[in-house]
């Protein structure tokens, strides 16, 4: 999507740069990967990437804390 077709509502610049959009390859994981991922995916269209790198790591984090809880 060019620029001046860009929509920042519906189809934001930073989720539309691969040939499908970040939320139908998210979509099909659990919230919790699926934010993972959306953070990874888009950090380097935002402004700042280490903060995206880092809710990523978040995300990844609280999911083998969840992991591990219920292996025992």
């Known amino acids: 999507m060019s620029s001046e077709?860009?929509?920042p509502?519906?189809?934001?610049?930073?989720?539309?740069?691969l040939?499908?959009?970040?939320?139908e390859i998210t979509?099909?994981?659990s919230f919790v990967?699926?934010?993972?991922?959306?953070?990874?995916l888009r950090a380097d269209f935002k402004n700042n990437t280490?903060?995206?790198l880092k809710k990523?790591?978040?995300?990844i984090d609280y999911e083998i804390r969840n992991l591990e809880e219920q292996a025992g």
Not at 10 to 17: A, E, F, L, M, V
Not at 19 to 23: F, G, L, S, Y
Not at 33 to 40: D, I, M, P, T
């Open 9 to 17: 509502v519906n189809h934001p610049d930073h989720y539309t740069w």
């Open 56 to 59: 990523a790591r978040w995300y």
């Open 27 to 29: 979509r099909h994981f």
């Open 33 to 40: 990967r699926g934010n993972a991922l959306k953070y990874l």
């Open 19 to 23: 040939p499908v959009e970040v939320i």
């Open 50 to 52: 280490i903060e995206d």
């Open 5 to 7: 077709e860009s929509d």
